[in-house]
T-cell receptor, first 113, second 110 residues
């Protein structure tokens, strides 16, 4: 199993550009989520999904969109990139039965200039 | 509101010395608490769950509801313990939504 995969690993955007961060998992997990990691702030939840077709907002959803058309994929879209979105983005998935461990992807380092 | 506080951004100890990474939480219900670790160039991964009451890589953590704490401890630090450690809380039993602390970077000096 590949686990949770994310592409790209690195990305540089100009202010106002849009892009999609890809996330896929092959563990048949129902729950998937996106976090951003910033120095001194830990990981903050952006959006999450409890299954295909169901998404909800986390702590910091502004400026981001998600969709969940399949169990495997959970892309994160930046609509109009801003320098405040410079961060490391992590995708995670989790089963719906105990012990509910979250499995993280390797991360995408995004810089917005 | 749910909140997790890790008061130390950086912690440096010598090899063989005891280690304690502090974690305090704020939650009105019955929380489920975790420690996640991120070693250099590796993914974030689960280290401990309080409900399991287990010891992983020599680390233990006890939930103290009176003090609302979930400190991570190891009696004798090893160099391979150097990493970023995050305390996390789930507010609903079995739910996967996590609130993370700010993280503590632990450095073990030889």
């Amino acid at each position: 199993n590949a686990g949770v995969t994310q592409t790209p690993k690195f990305q540089v955007l100009k202010t106002g550009q849009s892009m999609t961060l890809q996330c896929a998992q092959d563990m048949n997990h129902e729950y998937m989520s996106w976090y951003r990691q910033d120095p001194g702030m830990g990981l903050r939840l952006i959006h999450y999904s409890v299954g295909a077709g169901i998404t909800d907002q986390g702590e910091v959803p502004n400026g981001y969109n998600v969709s969940r058309s399949t169990t495997e994929d959970f892309p994160l879209r930046l609509l109009s990139a801003a320098p405040s979105q410079t961060s490391v983005y992590f995708c995670a998935s989790s089963p719906t039965n105990p012990p509910y461990e979250q499995y993280f992807g390797p991360g995408t380092r995004l810089t917005v200039t | 509101a749910q909140r997790v506080t890790q008061p130390e951004k950086l912690l440096s100890v010598f090899k063989g010395a005891p280690v304690e990474l502090k974690c305090n939480y704020s939650y009105s219900g019955s929380p489920e608490l975790f420690w996640y670790v991120q070693y250099s160039r590796q993914r974030l991964q689960l280290l401990l769950r309080h409900i399991s009451r287990e010891s992983i890589k020599g680390f233990t953590a006890d939930l103290n509801k009176g003090e609302t704490s979930f400190h991570l401890k190891k009696p004798f630090a090893q160099e391979e313990d150097s990493a970023m450690y995050y305390c996390a809380l789930s507010g609903i039993q079995g739910a996967q939504k996590l609130v993370f602390g700010q993280g503590t970077r632990l450095t073990i000096n030889p």
